[in-house]
């Protein structure tokens, strides 16, 4: 640990602008990547196969063998590949689709985006959803299920699927936080009928901009979703599915090509920083995310729970500490989604987490003089 004499830890008090505790910062994994990420986007302008050229169906072939699954179909976003998932898999107006109350919009974005009614049910302490809850939501009118690998981290898969078959639904990952998290031995993207992956610039695996991939190793559901977003044509200008435009940038592809065999690597140290985040708050009152539990949780956020949140957080910031909430606004209490009925108080677990949960910076560059920055600073505001 360098130190500096300016950082005192827990005394951080006058902060200048290096001295800055970034929540994420995409910088120094850009610049470890060079010149590899240049020359690839270099061979994209020198062929001119900006759209759907060759680099999307190599990540597409990459990323399905990453993943564990026959099919991979790359998209322009997260939300996109979750709403194609649904398209293709003939889900639309009339029809429920259930997922949980804490979970990013776009979850339920997509479910809005094909017609169907987002049902929520409420998570465990952990944030995924509670299968028990998820059964009592089962209507005769529900067609699917979306699971959200909320942080991450996989929740009970063995539970929803058995539920799924049971009552005939589809299962579809939300795995846009979650590129590489396993369970029981097998990658997030390969429980479902399909998964939805983002490739915004701050998840575990990040394009230059927006993109997504929706997993499958249904063929047909595949090959849907490839008509779906292109406009519906197997054949220029012969249109015989829903066109849309929901095409991944051949530049994007390219560049997750390039990182897509440090993604393992990435994974490994954000483990490692949960490991000492973990060890660094071990004697301190705040509820810290539990170590493995035989599962490869990727901690696309590491969320700690903590009394007085709102409080730390403004001490933390005021020491130059980025911090974030995930989610501060549980679903049920959206104002776009008031029409769905749901009360204050419906989803306890979900509103105690909105309460009291507190990201950490967390990315696989981040210094380690800043986390212990950021713990010691924890450790003084709790004591203090
Ligand atoms: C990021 C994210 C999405 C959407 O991804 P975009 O690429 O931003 O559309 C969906 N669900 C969850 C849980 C996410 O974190």
Known sequence: M?????????????????????????????????????????????????????????????????????QAVGVDSGLSALELALRAA??????????????????????????????????DPQGAVDPAAVAACISPLTAAIIPVHLFGRIGDMEAILSLASAHGLAVIEDACQAHGAVWRGKRAGSFGLAAAFSFYPAKNLGAFGDGGMLATSSPDLADKARLLRNYGQRTKYEHEATPLNHRLDTLQAAVLRVKLPHLDRWNDRRRQLADRYRDRLADAPVETPPADEGRRHVYHLFV?????????????????????????????????????????GRFPETERLAARSLSLPMYPELPLDHLEDVTASIRHWLHG
């Open 2 to 70: 360098t130190a500096r004499p300016t950082r005192q830890p827990g005394l951080r008090q006058h902060v200048s602008a290096d001295d800055h505790v970034a929540f994420v910062d995409l910088r120094a994994q850009t610049r470890a990547l060079q010149p590899a990420l240049t020359a690839a986007m270099e061979a994209v302008l020198r062929r001119g196969d900006f759209v759907l050229g060759e680099d999307v169906s190599g990540f597409e072939r990459e990323f399905a063998a990453y993943c564990g699954v026959d």
């Open 90 to 123: 003939g889900i639309g107006r009339g029809d429920e689709v259930i997922t949980q109350a804490n979970t990013f919009i776009a979850t339920v974005s997509a479910i809005l985006a094909v017609g169907a009614r987002p049902v929520l049910a409420d998570c």
């Open 304 to 344: 700690i729970g903590v009394d007085g949140r709102d409080a730390l957080r403004a001490t933390l910031t005021s020491a130059g500490i980025e911090t974030g909430i995930h989610y501060p606004i549980p679903l049920h209490r959206q104002p776009v989604l008031a029409s769905l009925g749901y009360g204050e």
